[in-house]
């Protein structure tokens, strides 16, 4: 039996550009592209890395129930800021979504996002082990 393809978009502005998908899920496994604070095409908590960081991981929550998967099948989340210094707030809000899952993490400082007032951009990896 071939593996089936799922493809999940948010209609927003970039992904038509772009030609991507929020997310992609290919048997178990999952892929959250890289997911930054904008709602309704408004970016939410200018100048709050912590708004932003909690913005987005209820974006990529909704991404993942979308496909079937949940944030207990995360496994990897990489985590870009344009200021390393707001780690911590960004670690607060990955801590409340994530300290009992503990999926393996990176943060890196990148020069810049494809909008100034983005302040923190994460993709997640997910792979569903309960099928």
């Known amino acids: 039996m071939p593996i089936q393809k799922k493809k999940v978009a948010t209609g927003t502005l970039w992904e038509e550009i772009v030609g991507y998908s929020r997310a992609v899920r290919v048997g178990n496994v999952v892929e959250i592209a890289g997911t930054t604070a904008v709602e309704d095409g408004e970016i939410v908590g200018i100048g709050n890395a912590y708004a932003q960081a909690k913005c987005i991981f209820r974006k990529i929550e909704r991404a993942l129930h979308a496909v079937g998967a949940s944030m207990n099948d995360v496994v990897r989340t990489r985590v870009y800021l344009t200021e390393i210094t707001t780690w911590n707030e960004v ?14 993490t990176s943060m890196v400082e990148v020069s810049a996002l494809i909008d100034p007032a983005l302040l923190v951009e994460i993709e997640v990896t997910a792979i569903l082990t309960n099928e």
């Open 91 to 104: 670690g607060k809000a990955h801590g409340e979504f994530f300290r009992d899952i503990r999926p393996v």
